[in-house]
């Protein structure tokens, strides 16, 4: 299975395993990754998965819906270039390795 490797707030890195298919977001709240929220349940309306795509994956992934492009301006941690919603980030044979780094705050 692939793996996504998520670096919290206070420098902690887990690594999960996450099913092709599975979103970064959901792979994070079923592990009890510390700051990833997921209020709206993937529905794209409340920035609470707010993550930083490091180095070599931002241009592997799916360029991001007008949604998706339109919420990150409003996060709470601010939005950098390599800002995504990890709800919408979808676990692919493509991005297996993916590090993101968790946004901080989320609310
Ligand atoms: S879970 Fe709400 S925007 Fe991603």
Not at 4 to 14: E, L, Y
Not at 54 to 67: C, H, I, Q, T, W
Not at 88 to 96: C, D, P, R
């Amino acid at each position: 299975m692939p793996q996504a490797t998520f670096v919290c707030a206070d420098g902690t890195r887990r690594e999960l395993d996450v099913a092709i298919g599975t979103s970064l977001m959901r792979a994070a709240t079923d592990n009890g990754i510390d700051g990833i929220v997921g209020d709206c349940g993937g529905a794209m309306s409340c920035a609470t998965c707010h993550v930083f795509v490091e180095d070599g994956f931002s241009d592997r992934l799916p360029a991001m819906a007008p949604n998706e492009d339109q919420i990150l301006d409003y996060t709470a941690a601010g939005r950098q270039p390599n800002s995504r919603l990890a709800c919408q980030i979808v676990m692919s044979e493509s991005i297996a390795g993916i590090v993101v780094r968790v946004a901080d705050p989320q609310v």
